[in-house]
């Protein structure tokens, strides 16, 4: 009597058990991987930004930074970073000149980027300058010039469009520069009224491509 009772009480405890806990059981366990899906990735990413900046050079930050910054200029030469560059601008040059540029060393056939989107006004090829890049900026107030280059990138043409980090040519020492320091030679002019690309006011690009600077 009091046994069938009992298992009637049992199966009723239990199915109201299984439907209590039936539809709970799962419910915690959404709940856990739920939150440990993201906590995944937000563990690993403190951890990478951690190893970025126990990284010894500024690179990382210094990439963001010119990326960050509108209208900043890329650093012409591939695999040079700002920490690399050396301000040569007022550098004396012979019969009284001054260098009015930044000489970026690398060695020869390193690829040279457009610091930025434009135009390529010209393709010369100069005694002092050798194989050069004159670009203009689309807004036609900025010329870019790139000297000494060992060679064009291939295909690369007057009044061609060109993008920022796009290879223009290769480093090298044509012209003037020493043969055992194969450099970019790299000025940046605010152009005339008459835009003529062998003409304008020199400024300096160090502080420029060392700090991700717009133009002004
Ligand atoms: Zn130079």
């Known amino acids: 009597m009091s046994l069938p009772k009992l298992l ?8 109201a058990g299984w439907w209590w806990l039936g539809p709970r059981t799962p419910a915690p366990a959404v709940a856990t991987t739920a939150p440990a899906m993201p906590a995944t ?10 190893t970025a900046a126990a990284a010894p050079t500024v690179a990382p930050a210094r990439m963001a930074a010119a990326q960050d ?12 970073t700002a920490a690399q560059l050396r301000d040569t601008f007022t550098d004396a040059r012979s019969e009284g000149r ?9 060695p020869a056939g390193t690829p040279v980027l457009a610091v930025a989107d434009g135009t390529v006004e010209k393709l010369f090829r100069s005694e002092r ?4 890049v004159y670009q ?15 060679r064009y990138a291939d295909g690369l043409a007057e009044h061609q469009a060109i993008t920022r980090g796009q ?3 290769y480093v090298g020492s044509t012209g003037n520069a020493s043969p055992d320091a194969p450099h970019l030679h790299f000025e940046i002019h605010r152009l005339g009224p008459e835009k003529q690309w062998w003409k304008g006011q020199a400024l300096n690009p160090y502080p420029l491509l060392r700090g991700g600077q717009p133009l002004p």
Do not use: M, N, W
């Open 136 to 150: 203009f900026e689309p807004g036609g107030q900025y010329c870019y010039y790139y000297a000494h280059l060992q």
């Open 69 to 80: 910054a509108p209208g900043a200029l890329l650093l012409p030469v591939q695999g040079i």
């Open 8 to 15: 009637a009480l049992g199966l009723v405890i239990g199915v």
């Open 98 to 106: 001054v260098h009015d540029a930044i000489d970026i060393l690398a």
């Open 41 to 50: 990735p937000a563990r690993t990413a403190p951890s990478a930004a951690a």
């Open 129 to 132: 300058g050798g194989l050069t």
């Open 167 to 169: 290879v223009i040519g």
